[in-house]
């Protein structure tokens, strides 16, 4: 049968009506837009930069169709594996990049960059405070089966200032000769401090490398990728380091992670990903190679629309009258939003309104739970083509005071805005928000 103009809706108001927004929602939603367009005109001028960089590495690097090419086994001459190396090195302009569909997850990354450059008897520091939960495990921190610390390598820890900033008198004496290794975690991840710009954290390296300039910094880069229009590398870090399954695989990358930096350092994670002796020379790339290249090319522009619902978002809430981490005009260093709601029906509907604007899965409900290494019930909300990826759009929280939900991504701002549109709409719905 034909379709006539009364099958469907073709204005964009009904259609957000039929999808469960309400008008006053919508309205709310189009009036805090509207005091957005300069935030939003200065990340698409962030976009258009890092595309032309993303690109501009494609093309030194010669990118062809046979980039794409499947290879199994040991993958000896895997050239659309190192040429996506190659891209990777020349958009962080460093010297040499490992990226590998055999790198788990961030984890993993930041796994192999540490036990590949540090030695027993070595000591890494963090100067920035308490690195993120699955590190303490990977450092020792919390005693762990294969962590640094068992292979008798030692760490200690600098505190922030209560202001959020470095406290360079205790990094200074914190500093020896055992100290071989500085890490810096560039997102806040789920703490309560501020993220650190590009510029903070190459103004740390720089007072590190005046101390002991052989002190290797590396970057955990996690959520931070295509936020600025420069990265760690460009201010003196020796590695940095990512998740494919956040910005740079732009939501195609159905896997994998990255460490760039220098060269002999880059090696030496070869031969701990692999085997010593065998480096980075093998390891089959097995048809994903496609997904990491467009990824990459999309990235820019995925992170830039995650970037304007975190921005929406904060500037909702923060109207509604909620703490939100970054407030509404502060600028941004990485993808995450915090809203605090003070009360565990705040988080529940948050989350149930995100899980409802999804592709996948909205028909789910998502419900507070146990989870392993949580003291609390946490509810997640997500519902993506990848699982667990957080460039997508996606949102969590533990259900213990002060009952805040940690919200990230949106592989487009239009389904960013209809996700967060549906938050509220869920807030009005539970009677936690009263919009008149
Ligand atoms: C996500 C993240 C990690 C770990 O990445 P996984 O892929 O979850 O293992 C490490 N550090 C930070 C800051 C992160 O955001």
Not at 155 to 166: K, R, W
């Amino acid at each position: 049968m034909m379709s006539d103009k009364t099958d469907y809706t073709s204005d964009i108001a009904s259609l957000y009506q039929e999808l469960g927004v309400r008008k006053e929602v919508l309205e709310f939603g189009r009036e805090i837009e509207a005091g957005l367009k300069e935030r939003f005109a200065a990340i698409d001028e962030t976009a258009e930069y890092n595309q032309l960089k993303v690109i501009q590495a494609m093309q030194k690097n010669q990118v062809s169709e046979g980039s794409f090419h499947y290879a199994s086994g040991y993958g000896y001459n895997d050239a659309g594996r190192d040429t996506l190396e190659d891209v990777y090195a020349s958009v962080f302009h460093t010297e040499s990049a490992l990226v590998r569909p055999q790198i788990t997850c961030g984890t993993h990354a930041l796994a192999i960059a540490l036990s590949a450059n540090l030695r027993p008897g070595d000591e890494l520091l963090s100067p920035v405070g308490k690195p993120y939960d699955t590190l303490e495990e990977v450092i020792g921190i919390r005693p762990s089966k294969g962590s640094l610390a068992e292979y008798g390598v030692s760490y200690s820890q600098v505190e922030l200032l209560e202001d959020g900033t470095f406290d360079y008198e205790n990094i200074r004496k914190a500093i020896h000769e055992k100290t071989k290794m500085v890490t810096i975690q560039r997102s806040k991840g789920y703490q309560t401090r501020p993220s650190f710009s590009v510029k903070q954290i190459g103004e740390l390296i720089h007072f590190v490398k005046d101390i002991r300039p052989d002190i290797i910094c590396m970057v955990d880069n996690c959520y931070g990728e295509f936020v600025e229009t420069i990265e760690p590398s460009d201010l003196g870090a020796d590695l940095v380091v990512g998740s494919l399954i956040k910005n740079p695989g732009g939501g195609l990358a159905p896997i994998g992670g990255y460490i760039t930096g220098r060269k002999d350092l880059i090696d030496a994670c070869g031969y701990r990903l692999t085997s010593p002796g065998l480096g980075k020379e093998v390891g089959a790339s097995l048809g994903v190679m496609q997904s990491f290249y467009q990824g990459l090319f999309l990235a820019p522009t995925v992170t830039a629309g995650a970037l304007k619902g975190a921005v929406f978002a904060a500037n909702i809430y923060e109207r509604l009258g909620y703490p939100v981490i970054p407030d509404g005009r502060e600028s941004r260093h990485d993808i995450i939003q915090a809203v605090t709601f003070g009360k565990p029906e705040g988080v529940i509907a948050f989350c149930k309104g995100i899980q409802s604007a999804a592709p996948v899965d909205s028909f789910v409900t998502p419900i507070p739970w146990a989870m392993p290494g949580y003291d609390s019930d946490v509810i997640m909300a997500a519902g993506a083509f990848v699982q667990g990826s957080s460039i997508e759009l996606s949102a969590d929280g533990p259900i213990k005071p002060p009952y805040a939900v940690y919200f990230q991504g949106g592989l487009t701002w239009p389904h960013a805005r209809l996700g967060i549109l549906m938050s509220l709409e869920y807030l009005v719905r539970e009677g936690v928000v009263d919009l008149c």
